[in-house]
C-alpha cells in the first residue's frame, strides 16, 4: 500500500497521552499504520513522497470511533410499535417472537446495514454481541457480512441456555444446550480470531444475560475465554429490574455475582452497568473490568443514567457503546457521545462532563477497553484508523471550537473514514460496498420478517 497523506486540517486530535491537538495538521500513513502525524507545514517532505494526497480543509481529523456494543442483527427491528413504550424486559418479550423468525440471510442483511451506518458516521471498529441462532444463522454470517463493509470487526458467540419454562426470559425455542454452545464457541474463534496486531476480526465470548444463561455457562464462558485468550462480555446491571432478579435469583448484586463467576478482569467488558453502586464501581476500577456505556439506549428502555462521571474518576475503563437498533434505534457514536455528556450534565450540573471527554471515550476509551491499544490514537506506530470530519458544512459550520463541537454540534456523517490504511467511507458514501445493494436487501428481509408478525 502506498504513502496517503491528508494534510490542512483545521485540528488533528491525536488523543494521545498529552491529548495533543495539532492546528492545521496533517497526517501520513502506509501499510496501515501511521507514519507521521504533525502541522502541514513540518510534514513537507512526507508530502513530497505521498503517493496519495487528500486536502481537509475546513475539517477535523479524530481517530475512528469504536462501539463497544451492539446487537447489529437487530438493524431490521427499528421502532417497532409494540416495544416502543416498555421497559427492558417488556421490550424483550415483545421483541424475542419476530427475532425467532430470522434467517441467515436477515442477520446477513441486519449486519451490513448496521455496519454501513456506523462506518458512514465515523466508526472504524465496532464489536457485536449476537445471542440468538435460529432457522442455521451462525456468528459467520455476521463476520462474512462485515467484511465487505472494510471496519474492523469484533464479533461475539452471544448464547442464551435458560428459557421461559426454565425461569429465564427468552422463549424456550430461542435458546440452546450448554454444549452445543460451547462447542460453537471453540469453533468461531479457531475459525476467526485473529490476535495479530492489525486483525481486522477478533473473537469473544458473550453468554446474553443474567436472566438468560446458567450460572454454570457463564463459569465456562470465563474458562473458555481464558484459555483461548479471548475477551468475555455480557450484559450487567441494566435497570432495576436487572439488579431485583439477580437478589432474588442468585441472592447477590449483580458486581457480585459477575465477581463470583469470574467475570471481572481487564479481559471483561459489561454493557450497560447503569444500577452499578460505589462498591461495584471501586470493584470495576481495581480490577480493570470494562463498561460498554449505552446512553440512547438507557434513556430510550427508561433504564436510568449510568453513573459515568464517577465511574471515569474512578479509573474504571469506559467505551461507548450504540447498543441494538431495537433500542435506540440509530447507530450514530457522536449522537451517543453527545448524549452522555448531557445526561451527566442532567444530574451533575454543566461542569459534570466535557466533551473532549467524551469524544475520548468514544475512541481511545473504547479501543483500550477491547484490547486494542493499536488503535484509537492517531501516532507513529499505531494503525491508521480514522475519521475526517467536514465542519465547514451546515450542521457545524459557526463552531468556534471544532472539537467541542463534534460532540456539541456533531455533522451528521463523517466525510472520509480510513481503516488499517484502506478507505471505507470517501465523500460519504462506502467505498467498498454498495449502499443502494445494502438498502434493497435490508427492505426484503424487513418485508418478510412485517409479514411474519
Ligand atoms: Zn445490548
Known amino acids: ?14 488523543m494521545d497521552d498529552a491529548r495533543s491537538e495539532i492546528a492545521d ?8 499504520v501511521v507514519v507521521a502525524v504533525g502541522p502541514t507545514g513540518a510534514l513537507a517532505h512526507v508530502i513530497d513522497a505521498a ?56 442477520v446477513r442483511a441486519a449486519t ?24 442455521g444463522v451462525t456468528l459467520d454470517d455476521t463476520i462474512e457480512a462485515a467484511a465487505t463493509i472494510g471496519i474492523r470487526f469484533h464479533p461475539t458467540r452471544g448464547s442464551m441456555s435458560v428459557g421461559v419454562s426454565a425461569g429465564g426470559l427468552p422463549p424456550d425455542s430461542l435458546v440452546e444446550s450448554e454444549p452445543a454452545i460451547l462447542r460453537d464457541t471453540i469453533r468461531v474463534i479457531d475459525r476467526y480470531h485473529d490476535a495479530s496486531d492489525g486483525a481486522m476480526v477478533r473473537v469473544g ?12 455457562l457463564m463459569r465456562d464462558s470465563a474458562l473458555l475465554a481464558r484459555d483461548k485468550r479471548v475477551m468475555l462480555h455480557t450484559h450487567l446491571a441494566e435497570d432495576a429490574d436487572d439488579v431485583a432478579f439477580s437478589l432474588e435469583r442468585f441472592g447477590c448484586r449483580p458486581g457480585q455475582y459477575a465477581d463470583d463467576l469470574g467475570w471481572t478482569g481487564p479481559d471483561v467488558w459489561h454493557a450497560h452497568c447503569v444500577q452499578l453502586d460505589h462498591d461495584e464501581i471501586d470493584l470495576f476500577a481495581r480490577t480493570r473490568t470494562g463498561v460498554a456505556h449505552c446512553p440512547g439506549s438507557n434513556c430510550r428502555l427508561g433504564s436510568g443514567v449510568a453513573p459515568l462521571r464517577r465511574m471515569v474518576e474512578r479509573g474504571v475503563p469506559v467505551g461507548l457503546g450504540v447498543d441494538g437498533s431495537a433500542s435506540n434505534d440509530s447507530g450514530n457514536l457522536l449522537a451517543e457521545a453527545r448524549q452522555a455528556m448531557l445526561l451527566q450534565r442532567v444530574t451533575g450540573g454543566a461542569g459534570a462532563f466535557d466533551p473532549r471527554t467524551a469524544l475520548y471515550i ?3 476509551g473504547g479501543a483500550q477497553m477491547l484490547g486494542r491499544s493499536n488503535c484509537g ?19 457545524s459550520l459557526g463552531a468556534w471550537d471544532k472539537v467541542a463541537a463534534l460532540v456539541l454540534a456533531p455533522p451528521p456523517g463523517a466525510r472520509d473514514v480510513f481503516v488499517e490504511g484502506r478507505a471505507v467511507v470517501r465523500d460519504g458514501e462506502l467505498v467498498q460496498s454498495s449502499r443502494a445493494e445494502i438498502v434493497r436487501d435490508a427492505q426484503r428481509s424487513v418485508a418478510r420478517l412485517m409479514r411474519l408478525a
Open 205 to 216: 465470548v458473550a453468554p446474553c444475560s443474567p436472566f438468560s444463561v446458567s450460572q454454570g
Open 51 to 106: 503517493d496519495t494526497v487528500i486536502d481537509a480543509r475546513g475539517c477535523v481529523i479524530t481517530p475512528g470511533l469504536v462501539n463497544t456494543h451492539h446487537h447489529l442483527y437487530q438493524s431490521l427491528t427499528r421502532a417497532v410499535p409494540g416495544g416502543a413504550n416498555a421497559s427492558l424486559f417488556g421490550w424483550l418479550k415483545c421483541l424475542y417472537p419476530i427475532w425467532a423468525n430470522y434467517r441467515p440471510e436477515d
Open 377 to 395: 490514537s492517531l501516532e507513529p506506530g499505531k494503525r491508521a484508523d480514522l475519521a475526517v470530519w467536514d465542519m465547514a458544512d451546515l450542521f
Open 362 to 364: 468514544a475512541t481511545r
Open 25 to 32: 495538521g496533517a497526517i501520513a500513513f502506509r501499510n496501515g
Open 1 to 14: 500500500m502506498g504513502l496517503t497523506v491528508i494534510r490542512n486540517a483545521d485540528s488533528v486530535v491525536t
Open 112 to 135: 451490513r446495514l448496521g455496519l454501513g451506518e456506523l462506518a458512514l458516521s465515523g466508526c472504524t471498529l465496532s464489536s457485536d454481541h449476537l445471542y440468538l441462532f435460529p432457522d
